[in-house]
């Protein structure tokens, strides 16, 4: 007889929905995590009255709305939209590409004129686009990709946007509309207080041990429970025994200045190459500039972002869902698939280029199936 039912580890979004599902469902959970903090990457903290998102600006959409039911029931969402704005050696353009970008970058005024602007640049792209810099101009045009696109996604993947796959681009909306809505989503928000209390609502009454890391554990941890939940990194699962898969990293340079507006944007986008950063966010605008108590805020919390090719000890944040990748990713899931006591899920545990809303969409689905 284990002591548990389920181990679960990583407790952010995937393994938080996992263990709350569980133990609804009355099995007995435990949930480690090797950070000293809950809620993975979604963790916010609390500085001067201001949510900072720690590991990466969050911001929460979905058109499922089983899944917004669901986190909503932990949280309440204010109305805060993404609307980013880029800034190219000094030039500023709104965010996603629509009237508003077309106007300030070809003075076009109607949605045909901006239509025929477009048209006129991506003929030079003939059938179907092979790479991220084809699908860019196909969708845009060459000046967009040139002043918006291209600089921000090399550095962002630190590859060459012909080395890069046409999907990236295309999670980016093209509208002949004014609207600087970031998201196609029906739904979207910030929760309000931040993400880790939503998480902490979701692990109520359940058993959460930190600075737990289960791989430098496992013989000890495993004995604990009949079932493992793993969301960590597959290839740190199997030892790397297949190689190393590649992942994105990024450095956060956080500051608190004694001023009330910085750069008037949660989200401000640095397009040209020469800026070391790839974006700024600047924390309080998620909850409009108020502290809890809807009082403004006489100070910023700032985080440039640097995006860094993952190496051993950093955080691996984002997959790099190319071919070799995808191929090797291919080995270890059948690897994974032997594990017969081990559930892989989440975003590193299945390799995916996961949003929230899919990330508890897949743990739901994975618990209906688990749990009955
Ligand atoms: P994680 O949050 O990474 O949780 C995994 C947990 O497992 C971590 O806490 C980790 O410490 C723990 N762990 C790993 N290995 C071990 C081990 N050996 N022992 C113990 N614990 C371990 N999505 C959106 O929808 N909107 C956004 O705006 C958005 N912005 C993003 C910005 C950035 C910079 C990044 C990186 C991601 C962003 N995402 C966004 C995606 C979002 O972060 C993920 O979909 C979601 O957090 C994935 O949840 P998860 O549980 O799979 O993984
Ligand atoms: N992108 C860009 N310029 C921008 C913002 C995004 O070229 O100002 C590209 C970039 O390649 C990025 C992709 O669009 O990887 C998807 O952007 P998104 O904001 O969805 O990326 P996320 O950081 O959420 O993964």
Redesign the pocket.
């Given at each position: 007889m284990y002591e548990y039912d389920y181990l679960i580890v990583g407790s952010g979004l995937y393994g938080a929905v996992f263990a709350h599902e569980a133990k609804k469902a009355g099995k007995s959970v435990l949930v480690i995590d090797k950070r000293p903090n809950i809620a993975g990457n979604v963790y916010t903290e609390e500085v001067e009255g201001i949510n900072v998102h720690k590991y990466g600006a969050h911001i929460f959409h979905t058109n499922n709305k089983k899944v917004w039911d669901y986190v909503t029931k932990f949280a309440e969402f204010n109305r805060f939209t993404n609307s980013?704005v880029?800034n190219y050696k000094g030039e500023l353009y709104s965010?996603p590409f629509n009237m508003y970008t077309f106007n300030k970058m070809w003075g076009v005024v109607t949605p045909e004129e901006a239509a025929a602007k477009i048209e006129e640049q991506r003929r030079e792209i003939t059938g179907e686009p092979k790479n991220?810099e084809e699908q860019a101009i196909s969708l845009v045009g060459r000046d967009i990709y040139e002043k918006?696109?291209k600089g921000?996604?090399e550095k962002?993947?630190g590859r060459d946007c012909k080395e890069l796959p046409a999907f990236?681009?295309k999670?980016?909306p093209v509208r002949l509309t004014f609207d600087n809505n970031y998201f196609n989503a029906l739904y979207q928000g910030i929760p309000v207080g931040g993400y880790t209390g939503m998480v902490a609502n979701m692990l109520e009454g359940i058993e959460v041990r930190l600075n737990t890391d289960y791989l430098e554990n496992k013989a000890e941890l495993d004995a604990l429970a009949d079932k493992v939940v793993y969301t960590g990194p597959v290839d740190a699962y199997f030892g790397f025994s297949l190689g190393t898969l590649e992942y994105r990293s990024v450095r956060f340079e956080n500051e608190l200045l004694d001023k009330p507006n910085f750069q008037g944007n949660a989200a401000v986008?640095y397009?040209d190459r020469e800026t070391p950063w790839t974006r700024i966010i600047e924390h309080k605008w998620f909850e409009f500039g108020k502290d809890r108590n809807g009082n403004d805020l006489p100070k910023t919390v700032i985080s440039r972002e640097y995006s860094s090719e993952w190496k051993p000890g950093d955080e691996p944040y984002?997959p790099v869902n190319d071919e070799k990748n995808g191929a090797l990713y291919a080995q270890y899931k059948k690897l994974a698939e032997g594990e017969k006591n081990v559930i892989f899920g989440g975003r590193l545990g299945e390799y995916k280029y996961y949003d929230m809303d899919a990330v508890i969409a897949a743990a739901l689905d994975m618990a209906e199936k688990e749990l009955g």
């Open positions: 980013p880029a965010l991220l918006l696109i921000y996604t962002q993947w990236i681009i999670r980016l986008n397009t984002y």
